[in-house]
Every structure is written in structure tokens, then in C-alpha cells.
């Protein structure tokens, strides 16, 4: 199914995208006075291979949970348990990715690829049960997980992707939910961009500086004993990944080979991006950055993407928030290409 899914994954439409530019060289704005969203506009027409792209809508978030071995080294003030009573929260309606998404007329899945402690059952049904294992291994110790552990949480991603297309979504949103994944994130940020564990790793729900000073060293440990090799994207998430990370590459790379695009949230869906970018670079093309989190590592792996955030509200909570906040963003740019006069047909006079 990964194989499939990558063999499916092309370059943007070149045809659609001059389409798209010479359009808003004709629509009622001055050339180039939306900013970002002009060549965010052409790249979705290019994704679509249609000018214009179909409109985004109605958005899908889906939160995948995990837990971390690594959770046991000390890298995080909270518990263990909260990841599976988060999910609890989110089956409730009652967690901050809930309300964005009430707000925004976007719907949330969650999916439990591998939350260790039990579930609380508030609405079991609107829970995908997906769980490859209860956690990753501690990444210090031994590999986080297997190959082929990291190749079903990658294929759990898929699915869900293209069930949310079956099921009429018209972009797709990455949410993730697991204490501790702010570590592995940053060991994989390292490790497909060669940057220095210092440089990406972050606070992440808040550490004091000692807890810092312990996450950093963590990070270093796991690649030192690891030496995941980048060309390897498997072997890293299998290395020093979670799987929530994997699933969520298997997701943006599953919303790739649909010619959807795919709204990054915070420094989990960037660290999947980069694996998902290390699988098939041309999964890029289908990558809108949601918003610049305040992890350090998550503008390191988006400079490496080429990507430029679309918000940056000083946002590090993770669930799909900040993707949820950017959707309208990208609503509108592609209503610009649906909506907009052109100088012709209004009757407005040219420079
Ligand atoms: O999205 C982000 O960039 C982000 C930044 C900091 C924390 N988080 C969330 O907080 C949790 C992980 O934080 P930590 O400190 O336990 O590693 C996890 O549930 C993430 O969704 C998320
Ligand atoms: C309460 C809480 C909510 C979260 N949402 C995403 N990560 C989270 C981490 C904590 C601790």
C-alpha cells in the first residue's frame, strides 16, 4: 500500500498553474497584491491540474494519538495517561480542536495508532481503533519501533486519508495528540535535515530549563546510538520516530497521491512532513504550512521543505489548532481564482 501510494504521487500540473498566473494577472487587484496567497493559489491549481482548483472545502482534521517510551526519561511535566484522556476529550467535543473546528465548519477524526493506557469511552464510535502497538519503545534504549511497526502505523495514515476523500473532504488537516511526541519530533527534524539536536528541539508543553537541558541530551543519545541514515525514511521513523509520526506521513503522503492538499499543523506534522518529503519529494507539492509553532524545530524542517508559514500566533499546542486556523486562508485564495472580476468583465479601467 505505501509502495502504491508513492508510485501515485506526481509533479504539480505546469499547464494549470500558467493558467492560474495569467488569471490573476486579469482579476480585479493590482498584480501580485495577495501576496502569499497568489502563489499558494497557483500551487493548488497545479496540485488539482485545473485552474481553477476546486474549492477546499469542507475541511477534515484528523488527530492521531500515540504514546513514547521515551516519556519514561523525563522529557515532560505530564503524565502518561492524558494522551488517552485527551482522545476522551476530543470524542467529547470538548478540547480547543473541537471548538476551531465548530467554528470553522470542519469535522475532526480521531484515531488511536498507539495511545498506551486505556481509553475512557465517551463516544467510542467516532474513534478509528487503529492502535499498531500501546506506545513506541524508549528510542534511548532500543529502536522506537520496528520496520514494519513504522510501515502499519504509515498504512493506518493512508487509510484515513482516503477514507476522509471518500468520504467528500475536499482538503485534509494534520492533528496529533501524545504526551512526550515533541522529543521524537525534534529526533526526527535532526535526523532528515542533519541539524544539531540544540537547533530543533523545543519546550514543547512547557519543560523548566533542567527538563530542556534533558531533552536536548535525550534527542543527541537516541541519534547517537541510532545513526539513522536520511535516505532511509523507514529506518528513521523506525529509529527514533512515533507512531503518531509515521501515521501522519502516510497521511500527508496518502493526501499526495490523491492531488489534495494537506494543511500542516504544528512541529509533529512538520517532522512527518519531512519523512513523508524523504519518501517522495514531490509529496511537497501538496503541503500548505499551516503555522509557524514556536518549537524551533518545526521552522528548521519548514525552511528545509521550502514552505512558508501561513499564521504565526505564537501557537504550541498542537490537535490540528493551528491548521484549522489557516483553512479559511486557504479558502479564500482559492475563491480569489473561483470569484474575483476580471478587469474585462467589470469594466475597470488598467493601469
Ligand atoms: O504543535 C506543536 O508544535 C506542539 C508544540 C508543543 C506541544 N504540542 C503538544 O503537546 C504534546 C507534547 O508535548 P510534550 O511537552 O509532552 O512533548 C502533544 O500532545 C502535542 O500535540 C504541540
Ligand atoms: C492538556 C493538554 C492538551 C493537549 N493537546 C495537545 N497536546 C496537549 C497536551 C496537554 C497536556
Redo the contacts with the bound molecule.
Sequence with gaps: MLETTLAAIRPLDQAAMTAARELHTRLTKPAGSLGALEELSVRLAGLAGACPPPLPDPASVAVFAGDHGVHAQGVTP?PQE?TAQ?VGNFLAGG?VVNAFARQLGASVTVVDVGVATVLPEPNPSRLVAAKVRAGSRDMTQQPALTREEARAAIEVGIRVADDLLDAGAGILLTGD?G?ANTTPAAALIAACTGADPAAVTGRG?GVDDATYERKVAVVRTALDRHRPDPADPLGVLAAVGGLEHAALAGFILGAAARRCPVILDGVIGVSAALVAAAFAPEAVGAMVAGHRSVEPGATVGLTRLGLEPLIDLGLR???GTGALLAFPVVASAVRVLHDVATFDSAGVSEK
Design positions: 505530564w492524558v485527551m478540547a495528540m504526551i508543553t499546542l498542537g490537535e
